[in-house]
């Protein structure tokens, strides 16, 4: 890796959809995105892909290639290219509004890291990444209202090695269903120059806001203290130095099965055991292990779209995820039974939540029930879903090499996805502290031992 990083800015554009193909849009934003309002990190994705080329390469074709792909996409993911409003008081609900003219932000540079370095497993240095991913600019504040950039993109080159692609959203824009159903339209349109494939066999998203409850709506208004927005608002940024690094943790099917086994065969009256739960069972107790503190919690989003009454459609554009999670003493995931025993605690909330007669909106309204023990000195989430897969990517160069979840870093967070080459298999991306990574290391592989 070079001891001094280098970024060579080579275009910086704005890339907007055709021309008059859109017209003035508004997007009202439900109960499900206001969550997202109060000064939440915006989230980072980095996909890394392998290709051998030139400058020259990149420039005459690459460019091209992306800026008129993505601009053919926005004419039907037009918020994407909008901006975020929020008004002063919460008498008037957020919105997300499109003007003919509006662009997203989309930035072209070369840089001297290494590579093979960066989409390797082992742990790296988190502020390395940090040169990749793109900001989301500057805030514009009005008498009327806050307008606030949603999305922006960044594409580096690593001569003769490969590109990378960084995007940053603004969490009021989506989850992980929504940017996913995007990214396959922008691939898709950018294999082929022309929307005609994806118009014939891709998903379109729906903005219908199908999800209407009042209650919820003025609720959660009042929650997140809209008058915060009379400053002016800007997002949180990554930078360094810093004295974290990120590794890739591999959970093959074949381990995962034996992990589901070993936590049946213990807890045979446990309702809910599945990949996801023995995976981030194991990934707690093992994080549990690195810290001295009292209390630690762990939660994960649960796409709702599913399991609402009526079943909300899966292209929905927008946010539609709850919270489900638990919180236990450090010494009960860190001791000899800490995986059990997180097992336990993660499967029963999840099957308390998914069989609710109130339904998942239940747990959407108060996330407070997780501090009845108090307040954890220690928040574990989960970003990202083996569910939706992010590897099947393809602009036209084959899979991408590397994912990574750079937002992980403002948390503690750990990112999930299912595997380059088998889905089935789970891929965790970890950002600790040099020290915690050390200890996380050891305990992964020595608690693997037992069931290999």
């Known amino acids: 890796m070079a001891s001094v990083p280098l970024l060579t800015i080579v275009e910086e554009s704005r890339v907007s959809p055709p021309a008059a193909t859109i017209g003035d849009r508004l997007l009202p934003l439900t109960f499900f995105d206001f969550w997202w309002l109060k000064q ?18 990149f420039t005459e074709n690459i460019i091209p290639s992306l800026k008129h792909s993505l601009s053919i996409t926005l004419q ?9 409003i929020v008004f002063p008081t919460s008498t008037k609900k957020p919105e997300i509004r499109y003007v003919e003219g509006d662009s997203v932000a989309v930035t072209f540079a070369e840089c001297n890291l290494d590579f093979n370095e960066l989409t390797g497993n082992h742990p790296r240095d988190c502020g390395m990444f940090y040169y990749l991913i793109p900001q989301l600019g500057q805030a514009d504040k009005t008498q009327d209202f806050t307008k606030i950039p949603v999305f922006s993109v960044k594409v580096t080159l690593f001569p003769n090695s490969g590109i990378s692609i960084g995007m940053t959203n603004h969490h009021c824009l989506g989850d992980a269903s929504t940017r996913f159903i995007f990214l396959k339209a922008w691939t898709s349109i950018a294999q082929c120059g022309t929307d005609e494939s994806f118009l014939a066999n891709g998903t379109l998203p729906i903005y219908d806001r199908v999800v209407k409850n009042p209650k919820l ?13 009379k400053e002016k608002y800007q997002p949180p940024k990554l930078c360094g130095p810093t004295d974290k690094v990120r590794g890739t943790f591999i959970l093959p099917r074949t381990l995962l099965l ?19 739960t023995v995976a981030c069972a194991y990934i707690w107790s093992c994080i549990a292990y690195t810290r001295n503190d009292e209390l630690q919690l762990f939660g994960f989003a649960i796409d709702c779209r599913t399991h609402m009454d009526p079943v909300i459609p899966t292209a929905y554009f927008g946010n539609c995820v709850s919270r489900c999670g638990a919180v236990e003493k450090t010494t009960e995931l860190s ?27 239940k747990e959407v309204e108060s996330f407070g029930y997780l501090f009845a023990k108090g307040i954890p000195t220690t928040m574990i989430g989960v970003a990202g879903t083996p569910k939706l897969k992010f590897y099947d990517m393809d602009f036209g160069w084959g899979k991408p090499k590397k994912l990574e979840t750079i937002s992980i870093d403002y948390s503690g967070s750990i990112s999930m996805n299912g595997c380059r080459e088998n889905n089935e298999d789970l891929e965790i991306g970890v950002c600790l502290a040099t020290n915690e990574m050390e200890s996380f290391v050891r305990m992964f592989e020595d608690g693997l031992k037992k069931y290999i």
């Open 40 to 57: 939440h990190p915006p989230v980072h994705n980095l996909f890394f892909y392998e290709l051998s080329i030139t400058q020259t390469h």
């Open 217 to 229: 709506d003025e609720n959660y208004l009042k929650f997140v203290e809209v008058e915060n927005f």
């Open 335 to 361: 001791g000899k039974e800490g995986f059990v025993n997180a097992a336990k605690l993660l499967g029963e909330s999840l099957h308390k939540t998914l069989t609710d007669k109130d339904g998942v909106v």
């Open 258 to 276: 034996r992990l589901k086994r070993l936590v049946s065969t213990r807890l045979p009256t446990l309702a809910y055991v599945s990949s996801f």
């Open 76 to 84: 039907h993911f037009f918020p994407f290219s909008g901006h975020l």
